[in-house]
């Protein structure tokens, strides 16, 4: 599978943005898929995640309210709504899709960049 990120900007604390996700060459439906995050500095981070299985969903404590991951199967395209934006957001965004098969086998995407200034 590909994964293609964008959607970043930069914006004002407070705003919003919505990434997207666009994979190509398989169903995301056969994939966990989430987000991460690497800001300047620091390592990367997961944001969220849904699973392939069930559909549950997770958040990472800080954008907890504030984020909201879904994928949209028809599309094979998984969002991120970002809002309330802060500027301990900016960072660079990666979309993930990952797959059992016995092991686990990651395929990453090129980020997209957010800044939130205040």
């Known amino acids: 599978v590909q994964l293609q990120a964008s959607g970043g900007g930069s914006v004002q604390a407070g705003d919003s943005l919505r990434l997207s996700c666009a994979a190509s060459?398989?169903?995301?439906?056969?994939?966990?898929m989430g987000w991460f995050r690497q800001a300047p500095g620091k390592e990367r981070e997961g944001v969220s995640c849904i699973s392939s299985f069930d559909g549950s969903i997770v958040y990472e404590d800080s954008v907890k309210g504030r984020f909201t991951i879904s994928r949209a199967v028809a599309r094979n395209t998984v969002y991120l709504q970002m809002n309330s934006l802060k500027p301990e957001d900016t960072a660079v965004y990666h979309c993930?899709?990952?797959?059992?098969?016995?092991?686990?086998?990651?395929?990453w995407g090129q980020g997209t960049l957010v800044t939130v200034s205040s």
């Open positions: 993930n899709a990952e797959q059992y098969s016995g092991s686990w086998t990651a395929y």
């Open positions: 060459g398989r169903s995301i439906s056969s994939y966990d």
